[in-house]
Structures are given as structure tokens and as C-alpha cells.
């Protein structure tokens, strides 16, 4: 059974750094695409951050330049450290893991395993 669990959000300020984190279980994810999307109140959910399985990143671009995604093969985690934050990234952080071979994530719930979330909150 596959199973992502994330950690790391909290209450922030604004311009503060947060790491979030997203630890796989249930299967080796080297070879499956993998990234972060995020839902604010009363939004649909957005994707923040992806990537590859060989190691090639994509950003929304409202946060281009501020987070950075990452992975650790050796221990199945992700990670997305998030600099400069604003009140607008104010959201539930959600890890997302693509459930075929060699595929990149998408926004589509059959396309992914899901963990449960994470709340982030930056305040001005």
C-alpha cells in the first residue's frame, strides 16, 4: 500500500523560510515523477512544483526564484523549501506521487497518490 505523509508546514511571517517534507512508503520512487500542489481556501487546488524522475524541476511561476524542489531516492522523501515567503502562499501543502512508471504528476486525482496534506500559513 502506498502511502505519502507530509510534515513541515506552520505559522509563519512573511519574507520567513519553511521546509516541507513528504516521505514515500509502500514502494521505490526513483522512477516516478513526484511534486507539490497546494489548495487556499475557497481555491481549486494548483500545482506548485514537480519533479522528474531524472531530476528535471518545474515551478508555477509565482514561485520561481523562492522554492525549491527536491528529492532523496535513498529515502524516498521529498522536500520543498520554501523561501521568502508570502501571505498568499498561505495554502494546504499537498505531496503528490505519479502512480505510472516514469510519468511526471498532474493536477488529476487517478493520476496520483496523494498525502494528506500540510498547512502552511504566512502572515503580513
Known amino acids: 500500500q502506498v502511502q505519502l505523509g507530509e510534515s513541515g508546514g506552520g505559522l509563519v511571517q512573511a519574507g520567513a523560510s519553511l521546509r516541507l517534507s513528504c516521505v514515500a512508503s509502500?514502494?521505490?520512487?526513483?522512477?516516478?515523477?513526484m511534486g507539490w500542489f497546494r489548495q487556499a481556501p475557497g481555491k481549486e487546488r494548483e500545482f506548485v512544483a514537480g519533479i522528474r524522475w531524472s531530476g528535471t524541476t518545474s515551478y508555477t511561476d509565482s514561485v520561481k526564484g523562492r522554492f525549491t524542489i527536491s528529492r532523496d531516492n535513498a529515502k524516498n522523501t521529498l522536500y520543498l523549501h520554501m523561501n521568502t515567503l508570502k501571505p498568499e502562499d498561505t495554502a494546504v501543502y499537498y505531496c503528490?506521487?505519479?502512480?505510472?512508471?516514469?510519468?511526471?504528476?498532474?493536477?488529476?486525482?487517478?493520476?496520483?497518490?496523494w498525502g494528506q496534506g500540510t498547512q502552511v500559513t504566512v502572515s503580513s
Open positions: 509502500g514502494r521505490t520512487f526513483s522512477n516516478y515523477g
Open positions: 503528490a506521487a505519479a502512480q505510472r512508471w516514469y510519468s511526471d504528476v498532474t493536477n488529476r486525482n487517478e493520476d496520483n497518490y
